[in-house]
């Protein structure tokens, strides 16, 4: 991704750019492709049934994430608040999600996937919340 | 908007809607585009550079309003913690806008609009929340 | 929605709204949240194994339409060819769509009510490029 | 990103990955973010009435690779038509956004930088476009 390459060009960034929410608008990117993929997979598996509940939270990890990534990227001024309630929601949504596809790793390669990927993106949206708190 | 007409035929809601849920879906939905107009029009004013700032809230609380409309359509088994998040942070995504577009209410009328919008639909999120608690 | 109220307040259209765009903006608002309502309830269904082509015709309907309403609110100057592309993709994955779920009409209310959400959709897609056309 | 393995692990798909289609996910999605972070680098710039087309040419570009992605992600069955409509209304909007972004690309990085990666996902849609024609 071109992100930190972009964000290093913000008249408001240049030279000081934060790695911490560099990083997790990457991992926001990534895990909503990364869930938005799953969902669809857990939809052509023949037991769809018991992936229901993992589907719809693939869903709004997806849609959390998507935001976050955009909310993230757009430094918005005097808009931190904003920033930080969606980075924790964030969080909380890809928590939950790779609980749940952690339940269907050892069964479907794509939740095994997916779950890292959620947890990869929590743990990013909870530093790039600390690199905020400065 | 078919909201409430589509929730009531849903198999885990039949009889039982949440009024204030319901509710806060239809204004967030309408939210998301009276901001993305707003950011627009802004962008065709002859001052924009006085409307910086408003642009860009406009579009983060079309952003969060549009996951929030999506998050909290989906019923998410047991997924309230994150319905409960995002209520939250399109709270705040739409107190903040609603406080920066007042500032220029006077001088155009589709901020003096999009700030009702988002106050409204700050309103509904929190009544949403509420009703969730019991 | 507030659609209306806020395009006729844009600097670059005052007194000269589009009424078949704007129609096709509140449409396209309304589909995409139709559409994810349908997708969630047909998750709840005990038949799901029969509607996942169902739910996945949702997904792409509500991304597809969520993407068309902001993209033509926004009347980006020159940017026709852009709004005309999404509206025939629009018209496109509503068609599909309400085809899918038509089939279900007779079982599940969501489903007959989404066909004829998208098959509005769908029309006012068409009668807004008729309406660039001139 | 994770697009690759995690679509070779999709039912549907398991050792029959199309590498076009991938390669053009994984652009619309960098795409999608590129462009959310020019629109916000040119509201940060002194001259910022000069860059309002290039702006609104971001945003628009933004909403539909997201869409884009997510679509092109769900391999939705027989739902071909749409991903190739989609495909086509993103290389016609990454088309017009690297034009005008090329048009302040000496003066400004960031629009360098959107350009190219504008061209980049413009060329992975065309390519993806040609790889479902088979």
Redesign the interface.
Known sequence: ???R???S????VRGNTNDALIRC?EEC??C???C??????C???DK??DL??C???N??C???C??T???A???????E??IR??L??CA??CR?CAEECGRHAQM???CR??AE?CRSCEDACRMAVQSMSH
Chains 1, 2, 3, 4 share one sequence.
């Open positions: 991704m071109h992100a390459e972009m964000i060009t913000h008249p408001h608008i990117y990534d909503a492709q990364t938005t993929t799953c969902a669809d997979a939809l052509g598996e769809v049934a229901v509940q589907i719809r939270l869903m709004d997806a849609d959390v998507t935001a990534g955009a909310v990227t757009r430094r918005s001024g005097s808009n608040a904003v309630a969606m924790e929601a909380t949504a939950l479907h390669d794509h996937i997916c990927a």
